[in-house]
């Protein structure tokens, strides 16, 4: 049996909860992200399209996705996360200041002050 990836956890959340309007997906492992943060991409989001902050130019974590990508979300396998969505979307980019939404903390050496 394999373990469940990044698509397959995606893919039972959004099926857990298909009558909502829209999804935000948070990692586990991106403890330092601001509560202002989230509320800004969570404002930013449509139903058609895809809310992602932006710190120093770069993508971050949290990622919002409107109703109409409930489909392509449930349909997620394997390791792969919805990235591929961002292809066949309106990105709406939100710009914070907050390093936490870069700061992937994998092993607990990440979780010093940076």
């Known amino acids: 049996m394999r373990s469940a ?3 397959d ?4 959340a959004v099926s857990a909860s298909a009558s ?4 935000l997906v948070v990692l586990g492992d991106m403890p330092f992200i601001l509560p202002s943060s989230i509320e ?8 058609d399209g895809i809310s992602v902050p932006v710190q120093g130019g770069e993508y971050g974590h949290p990622v919002g996705f409107g109703r109409s990508f409930g489909p392509a979300l449930m349909a997620l396998t394997g390791d ?3 990235k591929p969505l961002f292809a066949q979307a309106l990105v709406r980019e939100v710009p ?3 390093p936490g939404v870069l700061w ?7 979780l010093h002050f940076r």
């Open 104 to 110: 992937d903390v994998d092993v607990p050496g990440l």
């Open 20 to 23: 909502a309007t829209g999804w």
């Open 40 to 47: 800004q991409v969570v404002t930013g989001l449509g139903q």
């Open 5 to 7: 990836g990044m698509g």
């Open 9 to 12: 956890s995606i893919a039972a």
């Open 80 to 82: 792969r996360g919805a």
């Open 96 to 98: 914070v200041d907050d």
